[in-house]
């Protein structure tokens, strides 16, 4: 089960669940994934979405039918009954004339586009621009339109510390103190990702111990909780005066 359903199942938190689960317990959200399509695939009628599929619905249309992702639709489908990708060839593009360059050569002349040109013999610009000479081209010439243009030589800049407002003593003791890298980042005036790069890697907080930090759940028991109700206050009246949500006063009470 994900931790969603677990925390509803238990009527907590997901926070709650993640608390009471060992490191080592802890799915990946990569794992978390593969397990949630696999459950929706076994839940999917394979033959209704083959029959589907035949008559015309497309993987994009059955997957939102179905609430899953295309690859998940295209696991269930037979290879030899896989139609090709790409929108059919419109048959005005496609009209299957010769290509001769002299009358190719002579319309442009007259002041068609090389775009009209190729949408009407059902080939690229590029190809009509093969068979125009360079002195009857109105565009750039080739060498110049493929030629990149020149970068500017200028000086790297690798290696070069950024000196900040605060020192990195200073941001350390800031941070063991139990002020975020976020809001080091402000004082300092730079991001928390500049922040984190000064402080060493065993010495950086968890998501987990962040947010217990950033967002600390207050310390109400289970008699306040009681007393609120008495009062008459619902149970997301209670949530909102004392700053938790209702399934975790409800747990609480």
């Not at 497309?58 to 990708?85: A, F, N, Q």
């Amino acid at each position: 089960m994900p931790q969603q359903r677990v925390a509803a199942t238990l009527g907590i938190s997901v926070e709650a669940v993640v608390a009471r689960l060992e490191p080592s317990q802890r799915r990946s959200q990569q794992e978390a994934a593969r397990l949630a399509v696999e459950q929706q695939g076994d839940l999917l009628p394979q033959e209704e979405i083959v029959a589907r599929y035949v008559q015309g619905a497309t993987m994009t249309e059955l997957g939102k039918l179905y609430g899953v992702h295309p690859t998940t639709i295209r696991r269930r489908i037979p290879d030899d009954l896989i139609r090709s990708r790409g929108p059919a060839p419109d048959p005005r593009q496609r009209s299957g004339r010769v290509l001769v360059e002299e009358e190719v050569r002579r319309r442009y002349a007259a002041g068609e586009s090389a775009y009209a040109l190729a949408r009407e013999f059902g080939v690229s610009v590029h190809t009509v621009r093969a068979r125009i000479p360079a002195a009857d081209w109105r565009g750039r010439p080739a060498e110049e339109a493929s030629a990149p243009p020149p970068r500017s030589a200028q000086p790297r800049s690798g290696g070069v510390r950024m000196v900040l407002v605060l020192s990195d003593e200073e941001i350390l003791d800031r941070y063991r103190a139990g002020q975020s890298a976020t809001a080091i980042g402000r004082a300092a005036g730079v991001d928390c990702r500049t922040i984190l790069r000064r402080i060493p890697e065993h010495e950086r907080r968890s998501h987990l111990q962040a947010q217990r930090l950033n967002r600390p759940a207050p310390e109400i028991d289970a008699d306040t909780i009681r007393a609120l109700r008495a009062r008459g206050l619902t149970w997301e009246a209670i949530a909102a005066e004392v700053g938790l949500s209702a399934k975790t006063v409800r747990a609480r009470a």
